[in-house]
């Protein structure tokens, strides 16, 4: 209908009324601007985690603030209101959301290797889980790695960093050298910031020197 | 003279540096999905490296899946626009600073390693909210406004 009528029209009177339609335009948004923006409902929903323990998520506007810590909790956000709760069953969540979580990356594996002592050698039963992270890069599409070296509880802070960081580097070699290129290797030395077993000051616990894989 | 080229260097250097680490890859691309950054806009495809200010577009047969450097995962569905507002990690300390704008559509997340460092530190923005992410999984979704 609109298009027939600017057919009947000659060029300038189309182009004036173009111009005058991006003045109304550009008008109508000056007017708007120091307004608030015109918003629409917004939804958020807490998944059940897989490790069993949910943090939640905190959902603040303005003032207002609601923590949704339970599987399934949600909370709607009105264009002009508070986060409000709102009662979703397991099929409405996946009716919204399931092309959404159908383009979820495949969870980090992670795996744990351990070195002999003294030694830039795996032990055997890491030779073994060598493998495992190997089929797993083959199962993934675009595989990238983190690898993180850990150490023990003994000595320095700066070693302990040196030491672990040497560790991944060792192990970023393993892997080159089974054919992983290594711009797909990130590493990294976590020193003794996170202990597998809790020990005191200066205790070696074997358990601790390890190298960590994940492979995503 | 000098010293005037030798600033211009600098920030380029520095500039590069800053721009030189991705923060995430793509795993999954499916339909119309493009990044917008300040190179130009490409189409995303799987194993592609994403960077902060990099603003993630569907069409309504896209969908996208991110994986981030601390194991933080991002997926978005259809119809929709997410923006790496900010995103920082230190794989040592695990310390890090992860802001991300849904500007409309959906999005799911698997919180990483810097949430269980500091919780909080993942924070999704909507137009109207701010989800502070303290671990878990979870689901956004933003309608665009009616207008009247």
């Given at each position: 209908?609109?298009?027939?009528?600017?057919?009947?029209?000659?060029?300038?009177?189309?182009?004036?009324?173009?111009?005058?339609?991006?003045?109304?335009?550009?008008?109508?948004?000056?007017?708007?601007?120091?307004?608030?923006?015109?918003l629409g409902d917004e939804l958020v929903v807490v998944l059940p985690g897989t490790g069993g323990k949910v943090g939640g998520v905190v959902v603040r506007r303005n003032d207002a603030e609601r923590l949704l810590d339970a599987p399934f909790a949600a909370s709607r956000i009105a264009a002009e209101g508070k986060p409000e709760p709102v009662?979703?069953?397991?099929?409405?969540?996946?009716?919204?959301?399931?092309?959404?979580?159908?383009?979820l990356p495949g969870r980090p594996a992670t795996f744990m290797l351990y070195f002999l002592e003294g030694k830039d050698e795996l032990t055997a039963a890491s030779n073994t889980e060598l493998a495992n992270v190997l089929a797993e890069i083959k199962r993934r599409p675009e595989p990238d790695l983190l690898v993180t070296g850990h150490a023990d509880n003994v000595g320095s802070d700066a070693f302990n960093d040196k030491l672990s960081l040497a560790r991944a580097e060792r192990m970023r070699e393993l892997l080159t050298g089974r054919?992983?290129?290594?711009?797909?290797?990130?590493?990294a030395g976590r020193g003794r910031r996170e202990l597998l077993v809790s020990t005191g000051r200066g205790v070696a616990e074997e358990r601790n020197r390890r190298v960590e894989i994940s492979v995503r | 003279m000098w010293r005037k080229w030798t600033l211009a260097f600098c920030a380029c250097t520095f500039a590069m540096s800053a721009m030189a680490d991705e923060v995430g890859?793509?795993?999954?691309?499916?339909?119309?999905?493009?990044?917008?950054?300040?190179?130009?806009?490409?189409?995303?495809?799987?194993?592609?490296?994403?960077?902060?200010?990099?603003?993630?577009?569907?069409?309504?047969?896209?969908?996208?899946?991110?994986?981030?450097?601390?194991?933080?995962?991002?997926?978005?569905?259809?119809?929709?626009?997410?923006?790496?507002?900010?995103?920082?990690?230190?794989?040592?300390?695990?310390?890090?600073?992860?802001?991300?704008?849904?500007?409309?559509?959906?999005?799911?997340?698997?919180?990483?390693?810097?949430?269980?460092?500091?919780?909080?530190?993942m924070r999704i923005h909507t137009p109207s909210s701010i989800m502070g992410v303290r671990g878990t999984e979870f689901l956004v979704k933003v309608d665009e406004a009616s207008r009247p």
């Open positions: 209908m609109k298009r027939r009528v600017l057919k009947m029209r000659s060029v300038s009177a189309v182009q004036n009324s173009l111009g005058g339609l991006l003045v109304a335009v550009l008008l109508g948004a000056c007017a708007q601007a120091p307004s608030r923006p015109a009662i979703l069953t397991p099929e409405q969540v996946h009716d919204i959301f399931s092309a959404t979580v159908a383009a054919g992983i290129a290594a711009e797909r290797i990130q590493v | 890859h793509v795993k999954v691309a499916k339909g119309a999905a493009t990044v917008q950054r300040s190179t130009g806009k490409i189409a995303l495809v799987p194993g592609m490296k994403i960077f902060t200010a990099d603003v993630i577009t569907t069409g309504a047969d896209g969908a996208v899946g991110i994986t981030f450097v601390d194991n933080s995962l991002i997926s978005t569905g259809p119809n929709s626009v997410f923006v790496v507002d900010q995103y920082t990690f230190d794989s040592t300390t695990h310390v890090g600073q992860f802001d991300g704008t849904l500007k409309k559509g959906t999005l799911a997340a698997i919180s990483g390693k810097m949430v269980k460092q500091v919780p909080e530190s």
